[in-house]
């Protein structure tokens, strides 16, 4: 945005530049004022003057009735430059003389050919340079008027820009001033409606998820419940089927609502020392073929959280790959580092990073339980957590998950 603002201002200087520049060269062209006067003094100064053949004093006395009153030095030459007559200390007369405007004296050219030079303290070196001057220094002033014009504009842009990266980072609360009325003022407006009507249709769609996912606890406690009083009654094989379908049931409700809780609240994460390599092996003591090696690494965070994190990973090897499972935590430069990987087939470059969407599935599992939110929820609480969940697949051996963590 700032190259914006730099874009705005420096059209403005150029505009005003060339505008100066064109106005001068017309004036130049069409001839100004003084370009005027100086046609017209020397025919002016002929008439007042004697003839050029006229005796020198009759040519000195009407100088100096020409410059009676006028403190300034005035010299008469004729055309082959020879002093005819002057009025206080004659100015020189150099091989330029008949530059009318030299520096330090006015020369102007008689149409006999005689000149008159008249000494002066103004050191100009033309009225195309004068003009251009004056009108340059109009155009630098207006550029400083104009600097804060341009800047309140680009700053107000600047601020509509950074609330819509908010947005985009999922701050959804976010608005932005409404300054002015100007077509800046319209889009911040529109921002803050587009805004508005995002967060309402979020917030009612987690809401809605959460009280949906709370909901389908209560019937499922009484399908549990009437199965425990059936007892002998029902076949042992189709129980265990309804008893694992219910435990399914329950999972898919937590996530869920894990799932909301971490889109709804986005600042109530703890911040507490976690041992990281403790965690894993807590999870993977639960597991016969998790082999777990790696080093103590502390880092900062909900260990609540991080543990599913966890326990997810381990559940996914466990339903969706082959043992033995490799479980590994180390340090890193400025990270923690936690990797785990599988004997199965892993899968394909392109679904790698399909797996972390939410009710996705690998084609070749051999599992079909599972609702598809375990990696969903590993990468969001990573990212909870101010790290990242990835997938990699270097196309020969195992797929292997990599988890970063800030330390």
């Known amino acids: 945005m700032r190259r914006l603002y730099l874009r705005f201002y420096l059209a403005l200087l150029a505009s005003l530049l060339l505008f100066a520049a064109v106005a001068t060269s017309v004036l130049h062209r069409t001839g100004g004022p003084a370009d005027q ?143 002015g009325r100007d077509e800046v003022a319209q889009l911040a407006q529109s921002f803050n409606q587009a805004a508005a009507r995002i967060e309402a249709l979020v917030m009612a769609h987690k809401s809605l998820l959460a009280n949906a996912s709370h909901e389908l606890r209560t019937p499922l406690a009484r399908i549990r419940l009437a199965i425990e009083l059936m007892g002998e009654s029902v076949d042992a094989k189709r129980r265990a089927g309804l008893s694992l379908d219910i435990a399914e049931l329950d999972q898919l409700v937590d996530e869920i609502l894990l799932a909301s809780r971490l889109d709804a609240l986005r600042d109530d994460t703890a911040h507490e020392p976690v041992d990281l390599l403790a965690l894993a ?41 082959k043992p033995p499972v490799a479980l590994q935590v180390r340090r890193l430069a400025s990270s923690a580092e936690l990797q785990i990987s599988d004997a199965g087939p892993g899968v394909a470059a392109e679904d790698a990073e ?45 797929t292997r998950f990599v988890i970063t963590l800030p330390i």
């Open 37 to 179: 006067a100086f046609k017209i003094v020397p025919r002016l100064l002929q008439n007042a003057l004697p003839d050029a053949h006229a005796p020198q004093a009759e040519q000195q006395a009407a100088l100096s009735r020409l410059v009676a009153g006028i403190d300034a030095n005035v010299a008469l030459y004729s055309a082959d430059q020879q002093l005819i007559a002057s009025v206080g200390a004659p100015p020189l007369l150099s091989a330029t003389a008949v530059n009318r405007r030299r520096p330090g004296a006015l020369t102007f050219t008689l149409p006999d050919g005689r000149l008159l030079v008249g000494g002066t303290s103004l050191n100009l070196s033309g009225p195309i340079h004068i003009t251009f001057l004056m009108l340059a220094t109009l155009a630098l002033v207006v550029g400083i008027v104009a600097l804060p014009v341009v800047r309140h504009i680009s700053g107000r842009l600047e601020r509509l820009q950074q609330g819509v990266d908010r947005l985009g980072a999922g701050e959804l609360s976010t608005r932005v001033a409404v300054e």
């Open 281 to 321: 092996a807590e999870e993977a003591a639960r597991y016969d073929t998790v082999q777990l090696d790696g080093q103590t690494v502390i880092v900062k965070g909900d260990a609540r959280l991080l543990r599913r994190l966890i326990r997810n990973l381990l559940e996914n090897a466990h339903r969706h790959g």
């Open 354 to 398: 399909r797996l972390f969407e939410p009710f996705h599935r690998p084609a070749h599992s051999r599992e079909s339980t599972g609702a598809g939110l375990g990696l969903a929820l590993v990468r969001q609480i990573a990212r909870r957590h101010g790290g990242d969940a990835r997938c990699v697949n270097e196309g020969t051996g195992p």
